[in-house]
C-alpha cells in the first residue's frame, strides 16, 4: 500500500505493489478450509550462483556497476547500507529513490575517498521525493541529468555518463500509482525514455540500471494472476518494456538466466514479504545488444539488507 499521509497522485514507491497471497482452497461447500486443513509451505529463496568474471568470448571483465533502490539514502546509510556497498566494491554505484536533497547528504555519503566523483540529481519540487544517484572510480567525459524533455526532467529520475566506449545511465522510472492514476503519464514517460535511449545508443553502446517498476513477465514475480492490475505489472507497462527489448537492448539477468525463478529484487515490508520471497523482481541492468558478447554476469544480491529493495550487479568487459 502507499505510504501514510500521501496523496495517490503524489505516491512513487515500489510499497504499493501488492504482495497477493494465494487465496485459501475451498471445499465443496464453498467454505474455506480452517487453519487446520492449510499446511504451511516453506518459501523457496533464491541462491544467487557464483560469479561469471569472464563473457562468453573469453573476455575478463572491466566494469562492475552495482545498482540499489535504497528507498532512502540516509535511513539507507543507518541500516548499513554503506558497509554492504564497500565490501561489494564496485567501480560505479548508481543509487535510486534517494529522498534527499544534495544539501542535506549525510557526511558518510559526502566522505566516500573511494569515489570521489559523486553525480545527484533531486526532485526540484518535491523535496524526499524520488531521486537518484551516481558514484565513480574513474571520473566520466560528461554527465548528463535528466532526458531532454522538460515534462520527465522534474523529479530527478535519469543521470547519464558517458565513458569512452559506452554510456550508463541509471533511472527511477515513474511508477504508475495507486489505482493507476499515472499509468497514462508513464506510457508517455516509456516512450519518451525508449527514445532518448535510442539516441544515446546510436553514438554509443550503453548500459542502463536502475528501478524500472516494471516486471516484465510472469516469472518475474510470485504472484502474477492476482496482480494483474496492480501497478508494475500491467499489460501497457509490460508492453512498454518489451518495446524497449526490442528497440536494441537485452535483460541481462533473463538473457543468462532464462527459466530461474524466485529471483525477485523488491518485497513490500507488509505482510513478511521478504522472509516468504513474496517479490517481484522491478530492478535491472539492460545492455545494448552489441554490448552482448562483453556480458559477464548479472547478480541479484537478493541477501544484502538495508531497503525494500536489494542490490543488482553487473560483470561486463568494455
Not at 568474471?53 to 571483465?61: A, E, N
Not at 556480458?295 to 542490490?311: E, F, N, V, W, Y
Request: proline share 6%; hydrophobic share 35%.
Amino acid at each position: 500500500m502507499p505510504k501514510r499521509g500521501k496523496k495517490a497522485e503524489d505516491v512513487d514507491s515500489a510499497d504499493e505493489l501488492e504482495a497477493t497471497e494465494p487465496e485459501a482452497k475451498k471445499s465443496k461447500k464453498g467454505a474455506a478450509k480452517g487453519p487446520k486443513e492449510k499446511v504451511a509451505e516453506s518459501p523457496i529463496l533464491y541462491q544467487d550462483p557464483p560469479n561469471k568474471l569472464t563473457s562468453c568470448s573469453g573476455q575478463k571483465y572491466t566494469l562492475k556497476v552495482t545498482s540499489w533502490n535504497v528507498d532512502g539514502l540516509r535511513a539507507w546509510v543507518k541500516k548499513k547500507g554503506l558497509e554492504w556497498v564497500r565490501e561489494e566494491d564496485p567501480d560505479v554505484l548508481c543509487l535510486q529513490e534517494t529522498k534527499c536533497a544534495e544539501k542535506l547528504l549525510p557526511p558518510e555519503m559526502r566522505e566516500m575517498p573511494e569515489y570521489p566523483h559523486k553525480y545527484w540529481a533531486c526532485a526540484g519540487a518535491k523535496e524526499g521525493y524520488s531521486g537518484v544517484a551516481l558514484l565513480c572510480k574513474t571520473e566520466p567525459l560528461s554527465i548528463t541529468y535528466g532526458i531532454g524533455e522538460e515534462e520527465h526532467d522534474q523529479e530527478g529520475r535519469v543521470i547519464t555518463a558517458e565513458f569512452p566506449s559506452y554510456f550508463l545511465v541509471t533511472a527511477y522510472v515513474p511508477n504508475a500509482g495507486r489505482g493507476l492514476v499515472r499509468l497514462e503519464y508513464r506510457q508517455r514517460w516509456d516512450a519518451a525514455f525508449r527514445a532518448y535511449l535510442r539516441g544515446l545508443d546510436a553514438r554509443k553502446p550503453l548500459v542502463l540500471c536502475g528501478d524500472l517498476n516494471v516486471a516484465h513477465t510472469e516469472i518475474d514475480l510470485k504472484n502474477p494472476k492476482g496482480n494483474k492490475k496492480s501497478a508494475g505489472f500491467t499489460p501497457e507497462e509490460r508492453q512498454g518494456f518489451g518495446e524497449l527489448l526490442a528497440a536494441g537492448f537485452i535483460d541481462t539477468f533473463r538473457h543468462l538466466y532464462p527459466n530461474t525463478l524466485h529471483a525477485y529484487t523488491f518485497w513490500t515490508y507488509m505482510m513478511n514479504a521478504r522472509a516468504k520471497n513474496v517479490g517481484w523482481r522491478l530492478d535491472y541492468f539492460l545492455v545494448s545488444t552489441r554490448l552482448l558478447g562483453a556480458l559477464c554476469d548479472s547478480k541479484i544480491r537478493s541477501q544484502a539488507m538495508g531497503s525494500d529493495h536489494c542490490p543488482i550487479t553487473l560483470y561486463v568487459a568494455v
